[in-house]
């Protein structure tokens, strides 16, 4: 860790650092965007320079996962901030302010401001922090970290190309070279913050990517491009816990595709028993004999409702009274 400094003298020097890499035209600061074959823009410059599109009315670029600093663990840091832990906790910071719209970015950073103790500048505590930046409480905090290493799997899957050859390869550019064979990659998924939440037996049991490419058997079943929670939790449910029944790769991902294939037939006769003009007076009907079967009468129930609250039980009348009217009304002679 460098030298410290006054906090004080230390926001001045970033200051006048920022405002030299701004105008890019004197000072000891360097130009922001240099000509090609220089070298490239420092963090500090970025910050300078995305600080004054902010000023201009201009939108701040989103930061991506690889945006962000490693992590460097320091469990007994205390005192001000470092530089390079100022310049770390300020990105941070703003990926913080994009929590909406990318939380597993947000999260990242919440574990390298916790795990470095960033947050050490500006609160007395981690719970504090927690609280004020994220809004949650601390055992949430920690669940949507770890369910941010899904969900960048998710939104960032590998490009796979086959060559002519027939040997696969990765490929960080993407581009396509002249005779090769292009498998079509992964596609990108957006998952929610309990969606992924939800995957966590399977992350524990069999790791990240198994809960990714669970994730995505589901959505390929399902032909959902977002699965939700509730349909995700169903399947992992189902499935046994690694100290119950230890699953290969290739069973788990048959034993997730049988499953979420149940799911999708389940959901698809929900649809279609809603699409029938008959099942919504088949279901009203149905609950008006539970309704009887129950109370023995209208009458019944509603004596019994008295009892425990005359106020509620003659609000619960009227309006029953109401509906029953309108339906008498337009309920033909059979």
């Known amino acids: 860790m460098s030298k410290t400094v006054d906090p004080a003298e230390l926001r001045r020097q970033r200051k006048a650092r920022r405002a030299a890499e701004t105008d890019g035209s004197g000072g000891t600061g360097s130009p922001t965007e240099g000509p090609e074959g220089t070298e490239p823009e420092s963090p500090s410059a970025s910050a300078a320079r995305e600080e004054l599109v902010i000023a201009q009315g201009r939108a701040q670029p989103m930061l991506r996962v690889e945006d962000l600093p490693d992590l460097i663990e320091a469990p007994d840091a205390t005192g001000p901030l470092s530089e390079d832990e100022e310049e770390r906790w300020e990105l941070c910071q703003r990926s913080f302010r994009q929590y909406q719209q990318a939380w597993f970015v947000a999260a990242k950073a919440l574990n390298i401001s916790l795990r470095g103790r960033l947050w050490r500048r500006d609160y007395d505590t981690a719970e504090a922090f927690i609280s004020d930046v994220a809004r949650m409480s601390t055992s949430n905090a920690y669940r949507q970290i770890a369910g941010a290493e899904v969900a960048a799997l998710l939104a960032s899957p590998p490009r796979i190309e086959l060559e002519s050859n027939d040997l696969s390869r990765m490929r960080d ?14 596609k990108s998924f957006v998952i929610s913050q309990r969606a992924a939440e939800a995957l966590t037996f399977v992350r524990e049991d ?7 490419d669970t994730y995505r058997t589901v959505a390929e079943v399902t032909g959902k491009d977002k699965v939700s929670q509730k349909t995700i939790s169903g399947i992992v449910q189902q499935l046994p816990r690694k100290t119950e029944e230890e699953l290969t790769e290739d069973e788990l991902a048959d034993r997730v595709r049988s499953l979420a294939k149940e799911q999708a037939e389940k959901e698809a006769a929900a649809q279609e028993a809603a699409a029938d003009p008959l099942q919504a007076f088949r279901e009203y009907v149905d609950a008006a004999r539970v309704f009887a079967r129950k109370t ?4 019944t129930a509603y004596t019994k409702a008295a009892k425990v609250d005359q106020a509620k039980a003659d609000k619960l009348a009227a309006q029953l009274r109401d509906h029953m009217a309108r339906a008498a009304e337009n309920f033909p002679d059979v």
Not at 173 to 186: I, T
Not at 206 to 212: M, P, Q, S
């Open 296 to 299: 023995r009468g209208m009458a």
């Open 206 to 212: 069999y790791g990240a990517d198994a809960a990714a």
């Open 173 to 186: 550019s993407g581009e396509v070279r002249d005779s090769a064979e292009v498998q079509e990659s992964p």
